[in-house]
């Protein structure tokens, strides 16, 4: 069965940068995208980004634009994620998500999510 | 890219159907027929409950139908159940550059 297996919960300081990553299992890695997806406490979710795992290639929210990076390791089928200059309103859930194609998003798997709390 | 506009509650009886707007620009919803719709109970990860604007996923209920016209998009929940009390999100495709935007999310009680 298709699952998304993300690490686990960190802490962070202001400035500081953090890296999450995201297990894909149960479907062909390559033959997919992965979305990242964010929720602040009690507020909506927010599109940070796109990662190709076939080749490598990304797309970014411009909002996030120079502070996130998205990467692949297809040997282990797993995404990374990671967010530096980190900032108070940081402070989220991170899911990431598979998509079968890039622009229709539909993303039909998730994983359980990642609390990131940015606090000195 | 702004967040597209969702009411911010909807309630309804059990039994009775509630629809939900998603209104957004013709750079996003009202461009192309990439809508969708997600679940969310608290704590959980989102669910995909329509692709496509009124496409289901395998196993989704057919109570929850989505459509569009012009920039608005919109969600209805038919038979509404106890079970569908959860924030629901629409998410449209926002072009090559931003690529995506979700809404503003709407609670939905049942009452």
């Known amino acids: 069965q298709v699952q998304l297996v993300q690490s686990g919960a960190e802490v962070r300081k202001p400035g500081a940068s953090v890296k999450l990553s995201c297990k894909a299992s149960?479907?062909?890695?390559?033959?997919?995208?992965i979305h990242w997806v964010r929720q602040a406490p009690g507020q909506g979710l927010e599109w940070m980004g796109i990662?190709?795992?076939?080749?490598?290639?990304?797309k970014y929210a411009q909002v996030l634009q120079g502070r996130l990076t998205l990467t692949r390791d297809t040997s282990s089928s797993t995404v990374y994620m990671d967010l530096s200059g980190l900032r108070y309103d940081d402070t989220a859930v991170y899911f990431c998500a598979r998509a079968l194609f890039m622009t229709n998003l539909k993303l039909d798997y998730w994983g359980q999510g990642t609390l990131v709390t940015v606090s000195s | 890219q702004s967040a597209l506009t969702q009411p911010a509650s909807v309630s309804g009886s059990p039994g009775q159907s509630i629809t939900i707007s998603c209104t957004g620009t013709s750079s996003d919803v009202g461009g192309y027929n990439y809508v969708s719709w997600y679940q969310q109970h608290p704590g959980k990860a989102p669910k995909l409950i329509i692709f496509d604007v009124d496409r289901w996923p395998s196993g989704v209920s057919s109570r929850f139908s989505g459509s569009k016209s012009g920039d608005t998009a919109s969600l209805t929940i038919s038979g509404l159940q106890t079970e569908d009390e959860a924030d629901y999100y629409c998410c449209s495709y926002a072009g090559s550059s931003t690529l995506a935007v979700f809404g503003t999310g709407t609670k939905v009680t049942v009452l």
């Open positions: 990662i190709d795992p076939s080749g490598g290639g990304t």
């Open positions: 149960g479907y062909n890695f390559a033959n997919s995208f």
